[in-house]
Structure formats: C-alpha cells, structure tokens
C-alpha cells in the first residue's frame, strides 16, 4: 500500500529516517555482521591472531556432545514451556468466556503476571522451591518427595519451566479469551439448537475456529521459550545442576562471557539467528497472521 | 447462551478463581516472606501469614541495600531502572514514528532500502548477537552510562510498523487539506499526525515501558559499576551472597518493589496495555 498524497522534499525524509537507521546500522547490523565473520575464525587464547577456518566452528559445534545436549535441553525446555502455558491459558480462556459476570475482573486477576520481569518470576519459583525453606518443597517432602533442584537435573527442569509458563499464561490468556469472544455466538447456538453439548461445541465448533490464535501463539512462545526467558535460567540455576539446564541462549552466554570462546560463541549466535528467522519467515508465511481480535 | 447449565457456570468459576490463586500464590509467598524478620525464615520454611517486619525490611533494602550481599541501596536500583525504561520507552517512540512519517508520506531515494534495513531487526533479538554488540558498546566507550544501557535497545522494527500501519490508514484528505491549506511537512506531522497517534502512543508507551524495566541480560553486560546497577538485575547479585544462605526476607522485599512499578502500569492502564499488545502482533 503507497500514499498518493506525498511530500516532495529530500532532506527532511533523511533527517528523519536518520536516527534510526544510524542506530540500526551501529547496534543491530554491524555485531550481527561481526558475528557472522567471526564465526569462520579461530581466535588463539590471547587474542592477538585470528585464522579463517571456514566452517570448523560449525563442525566442532555439532560434534560437541555439550552442545548437543544444550540443543536437546532447549527442546525439552520449550516444548514443555510452550503446551503448558498454552494448555493452562486455553483451559482458563474457555472458562472465562463461558462466564458472564466477572469475566473483566477474571482478566486482571489472570493478566498482570506479564509484568513481571522473568528473572523476577524465576526467583519467586525459585525460593518457593528452596529445599531447606521453600513452601513447596515443604510440601512435596509431606508427600514424601524429596526435592532439590541444586541436585536434580529434572527438578531444576521442572523449576525453570513452571517459572516461564506461569509469567506467559498471562499472555497466552489474553489472546485467547479475544479470540473466543470474536466468534460469532450465532454459530455456537445454532449447534446447541441441533443438541451438541459443550465439550463437543468446543471440539469441533470454537477449537476449529481457534486456531489461527492457537499457531500464532505456538510460534510467539516457542521465541519467548528460546530467548526471553535468559533471566530465568541465570538467576536460579545458571544453567546447572551438570548442564541440565543450559539452554541454547545461555550457552552463548556462558561461552562467551565466561568461558570466551569468542568463535565458537559467534558460531552459536549464528544458528540462534538462523532459528529467530526461520520462525519469522515461517510466522509469516504460513500462518494467517490477522487473527480476528 | 440458548442453555442453562448451572453446574458448569459453578465450575467454571471454581477453575477461574484456581487460576487467580495459583496465579498469586508465588506473589503472596514473597510478600509474607518480605515481612519476616530474618530469623523466621531460618525455622525450616516459610511462614504463611504476614510478620511484624514489614516496614523494617523495606526501609532497609531501599535506604542501605541488602548487606549480606553488598549491593547498593535498593533506591538506587529503582532509579536507574525507571531512567533506562524512559529512555527506551521515549526513544523508541520518538525515533520510530519520524522513521515512519517519512517511510509512508515521502518519496527519496533508498526509502525501500531504509524500509528493510529496519525490517530486519526484527529477527535480530539482543540475546542472539550479544558479543559481538557488547564489543560495539565498549568501543564507544558506553559502558557504565544510562546511554550504553537503553540506546542499544532503542531501534525497534515493530515501533515503526505499528506507526507505519497506523499512518496507512490515515485519510488522503487530510494530507491534501493540508497542503492546499499551505501546511508543510513538518506542520502536518506536528498538528495533524500527532495528535491522531495519541492514544497508538500511549498504548505502545506501556508496553514498552514493561519492557524496558524488565531488560535483564542487557544491563548485566553493560554494568559493572553498582551505581548503574538496575533492580531486576540487581537481584540476582544479591543471591550471589557468598558466605551463607540468602537474605531472603530482603531478596523478596526488593523482588516486590521490582514488580510493583510495572504491575501497577498493566492493572491500572489495562486498556491501553491490552490494545499495545495486540495491536504490536498485528
């Protein structure tokens, strides 16, 4: 689409467009072209010469089994992050448009945890499952579960993926409950008429119908799960205990940061590019992203 | 609804006020914890009911920080924390709707080109180039500023095209009234293009601002000097305390007081943050 009406000047356009190209060019541009360029290198310990290794650090990459494990990690991590928020969000939204008094106050009441900061939000789990004091572990220790997330890799799993899903439901919830009330009632009541009862209604009538929502948001917590939730793996687990929580974002981090391999690090920021726009492209491509709100 | 099904609507209920507890159980945790003295935390777990400390604990964190740690007053962090989010709120802001204005109702050269310099950062998330952005901060010797700590966040694809959009569906009319009434580019924008975007403004205002408060990785790279510590990094040096268990009736005072600010925006500026959300995914 292309306005008719148009100013002819040239300066003021530059002007204006300049602040932000400069800012793209210098923050955005320039380090991801840089990390491109050193992920073909191979920096000695000190820094002071590089050599072109072509694809090396791929290759070591790939047969490292750390990183491996990281990937496979990452999965786990997301897809558990992803269905229990998105399940958790559905179930509620369901529930919240079948409401009619108090479904506004529902909203707020399920809504603000997207405030929080993830990091936050891995804190608060984090000491509600402290072994010595939490809550929680206190209470899985009543049921004769012995929980200890410093320990237990599959505990420090569980603690970060309830940290992320219970901040995303908010989310999740939000989208769903607007696209539950943009489907035209007439639809579902005309199936009541005909003597589906509600659990077939939503199966077959308003699940259906949900669906574009339901993709858009796969796609927009499988990034959240991949990126946003750094904060909380850094500030309860640090990617521990044995790695059982290094996900992919951390381990750039850490390697590079902590451990600089600068090559290696800018090789894993290259296949996390890869990744984002893989999942851009794909968002934008196949899914029907005007969801009706 | 054609049916009456009184079990379900009970239901329904029971499983919406589940969701709100669950919701705020790990919020209640911390705020009890938060007003405990140090010692009931030390009893074997958390109490359940509020202590007599409150007001103790949160003029501690926030006048002297959490010693066991030696951080920095709270106050402090708090500061820093609202100065990067308005600077990244505003900025954003700013720089994207005159990126806009001149996208949509200019024609010159390289304008396709600028449109997909800006459109590729949409794929380009801080935490996947993070070295490499670190390195370009230092050498401009932003580290340890407010600048190094928002400018970097600053440019953002989805600003301009939530402006761009909005811009499209502006009348024509108004661009030829204008100009036949001998209002120039610049008085167009200020007194026609403005106040129409006010309320996409203040939408996007909100969510930006949550955003901006929530940077965590970001402000942990570019900070090593504690005066430009922001809060929600802050919290986790201060369960780096080294010698013993955490303070955590301090942690989870400042863990509120780093919530507060932005929880506060969304619950009292639901409208606005609701349409923000929504209209940024479009």
């Not at chain 1, 990459?61 to 399940?87: E, I, K, M, Q, W």
């Not at chain 1, 939730?229 to 929580?245: D, L, N």
């Not at chain 2, 900025?91 to 204005?101: F, H, L, R």
Request: with cysteine.
């Amino acid at each position: 689409m292309e306005k008719r009406v148009v100013f002819s000047k040239l300066g003021l356009p530059i002007l204006l467009v300049a602040p932000q190209i400069i800012i793209t060019l210098v923050f955005f541009i320039w380090p991801a072209s840089q990390a491109l360029y050193q992920s073909v290198l191979l920096e000695d310990a000190f820094g002071l010469k590089s050599e072109f290794v072509w694809l090396d650090n791929f290759i070591a990459l790939f047969s490292d089994p750390h990183y491996l494990n990281s990937f496979a990690r990452t999965v786990v991590f997301s897809a558990a992050t992803a269905g229990l928020s998105l399940g958790v969000a559905l179930f509620l939204a369901a529930m919240a448009d079948r409401v009619l008094k108090g479904a506004t106050a529902y909203r707020t009441l399920i809504v603000w945890p997207y405030a929080v900061a993830p990091a936050v939000a891995g804190v608060l789990w984090f000491f509600m499952f402290n072994p010595s004091i939490g809550i929680l572990a206190y209470l899985l220790k009543g049921i004769g579960y012995d929980w200890n997330h410093y320990l237990d890799g599959t505990d420090a799993m569980i603690l970060v993926v309830l940290a992320a899903s219970w901040k995303q439901v908010s989310y999740n919830f939000l989208f769903f409950l607007a696209g539950l009330q943009a489907i035209p009632r007439s639809l579902v009541e005309a199936a009541a008429i005909d003597g589906a009862r509600p659990f077939k209604r939503f199966w077959t009538i308003v699940f259906p119908l949900l669906s574009p929502t339901a993709f858009f948001l796969l796609v927009v917590n499988i990034v959240y799960a991949f990126f946003d939730t750094f904060g909380i793996v850094h500030a309860t687990t640090s990617g521990g205990p044995a790695q059982s929580t290094t996900i992919l974002v951390y381990k750039v981090f850490s390697d590079g940061f902590i451990g600089l391999d600068l090559g290696g690090s800018a090789a894993q920021s290259v296949i996390l590019m890869a990744v984002v726009i893989t999942l851009t492209v794909f968002q934008f491509r196949y899914i029907e992203r005007k969801v009706a709100y | 609804m054609v049916e009456n099904r009184p079990w379900l609507t009970v239901l329904s209920h029971a499983v919406l006020c589940l969701g709100v507890l669950v919701t705020a159980l790990p919020i209640w945790i911390a705020f009890v914890a938060s007003t405990h003295p140090s010692d009931s935390m030390l009893s074997g777990r958390t109490p359940l009911l509020p202590g007599g400390n409150m007001l103790e604990n949160y003029a501690t964190v926030l006048g002297t920080g959490v010693k066991a740690a030696g951080s920095i007053p709270v106050g402090t962090m708090l500061w820093n924390s609202l100065v990067m989010a308005l600077m990244i709120a505003v900025g954003k802001i700013a720089i994207s709707i005159i990126a806009a204005y001149a996208i949509v109702y200019f024609r010159f050269p390289l304008r396709k080109t600028c449109f997909w310099v800006i459109f590729i950062t949409l794929m380009l998330p801080v935490e996947v180039r993070i070295l490499p952005t670190f390195g370009v901060v230092a050498s401009l010797d932003m580290l340890n500023s407010y600048w190094g700590l928002s400018v970097p966040l600053i440019a953002s694809a989805t600003a301009t095209f939530l402006f761009r959009q909005f811009f499209l569906t502006v009348p024509e009319e108004l661009a030829e009234a204008a100009r036949i009434d001998g209002a120039g580019p610049l008085k167009f924008f200020r007194d026609i293009l403005l106040p129409l975007s006010r309320t996409n403004i203040a939408a996007l205002f909100v969510i930006l601002f949550i955003y901006g408060w929530n940077q965590y990785l970001w402000p942990l790279l570019v900070t090593t000097d504690e005066g430009f510590y922001t809060i929600v990094m802050g919290i986790q040096r201060m369960l780096q305390a080294e010698d013993a268990e955490p303070a955590w009736h301090e942690i989870m005072a400042t863990s509120m007081l780093a919530m507060l600010p932005p929880v506060l925006v969304v619950v009292f500026m639901q409208r606005l943050f609701v349409k923000g959300l929504i209209e940024q995914e479009k």
